[in-house]
């Protein structure tokens, strides 16, 4: 008798995993996305119950978090996992974890797609299943990332204390300006990142964590500008910077602007530093 998707997780697949490497919870992890996609210019709604099984993260050193690069998906035994890959392509395709490698098995033999090349393989048998130090190994040639240099601390920070329930996609979007920041770095060109969400997907969350891990990381020098048109957007995002720690925040209004006008100009000024300084204006 023949192993159902549960059965081939627990018989087939986990043994094999846990052989490879990924022993540590940091290092595998069970995700479950919400119905709803936030991609695409209206986002969409996901047909059936679509569960990606496994995300495959790397670390280094005791660094704070792992780094999501691959998503796994488990059939039951009799399926071909190519089939199951096509779905977890539809994972990548949309961007829900900014991962870079996408991965089908149903416990015997495994295929997977590229996000580099765009390229599909497979099937291998799943006996010869990437082991956690190649598949770190992997990453950081394809990416360029040296995952051991002092830039690259900052793709392994948690979240701020204050905001630390990141959905999927924040975290993909941060990852993903990180890794932008990084290449412009090393290339030599100024760092430039544009993130553009729809309205409610928490982009101030976003931009409060992304602050918080520079600054856990070291590469927030000087204090981060946060500009924004209305005065409840100004008091949006300075709650959410304070919460974090106190004082670290501070705001004011542009000189020249008139508080009747329609648009109004503010900033917000945050700055990454120990309790036993102080932050000026």
């Given at each position: ?66 780094l999501p690069v691959g998503v796994l998906e488990a059939k039951k035994e009799t399926e071909d ?29 495994y295929g997977e797609f590229d996000c580099f090349t765009n390229l599909q393989g497979g099937p291998f048998s799943f006996i010869d299943f990437p082991p956690h130090p190649d598949l770190s ?145």
């Amino acid at each position: 008798m023949s192993y159902n998707e549960q059965e081939t997780r627990f018989f087939r697949i986990d043994p094999v995993l846990r052989d490879k490497g990924y022993n540590d919870h940091q290092w595998i992890k069970m995700e479950t996305p919400a119905p709803v996609e936030p991609t695409g210019p209206k986002g969409r709604r996901r047909k059936g119950a679509g569960r990606t099984d496994y995300l495959l993260c790397v670390q280094v050193g005791d660094i704070p978090k792992a780094l999501p690069v691959g998503v796994l998906e488990a059939k039951k035994e009799t399926e071909d996992p190519l089939k199951g890959m096509q779905q977890a392509k539809g994972y990548a395709d949309c961007l829900r974890f900014e991962v870079k490698y996408v991965f089908a098995t149903n416990g015997h033999l495994y295929g997977e797609f590229d996000c580099f090349t765009n390229l599909q393989g497979g099937p291998f048998s799943f006996i010869d299943f990437p082991p956690h130090p190649d598949l770190s190994a992997r990453y950081a040639k394809d990416t360029g990332i040296n995952l051991t240099s002092p830039e690259a601390a900052m793709l392994f920070q948690a979240d701020s204390p204050a905001w630390s329930l990141t959905r999927y996609y924040q975290d993909a979007a941060i990852r993903a300006a990180f890794e932008k920041i990084i290449r412009c770095r090393q290339q030599g060109e100024p760092a430039r990142v544009l993130l553009s969400l729809a309205t409610g997907p928490g982009k101030t969350i976003i931009a409060t964590n992304l602050l918080w891990r520079l600054g856990q990381a070291g590469q927030l020098p000087k204090p981060a500008l946060f500009l924004c048109d209305r005065d409840e957007l100004r008091e949006q995002a300075y709650t959410k910077l304070k919460a974090e720690r106190k004082n670290l925040a501070q705001f004011k209004r542009e000189p020249g602007v008139q508080p009747d006008q329609i648009m109004c100009a503010h900033s917000v000024r945050f700055s990454h530093v120990s309790p036993k300084r102080s932050v000026r204006a």
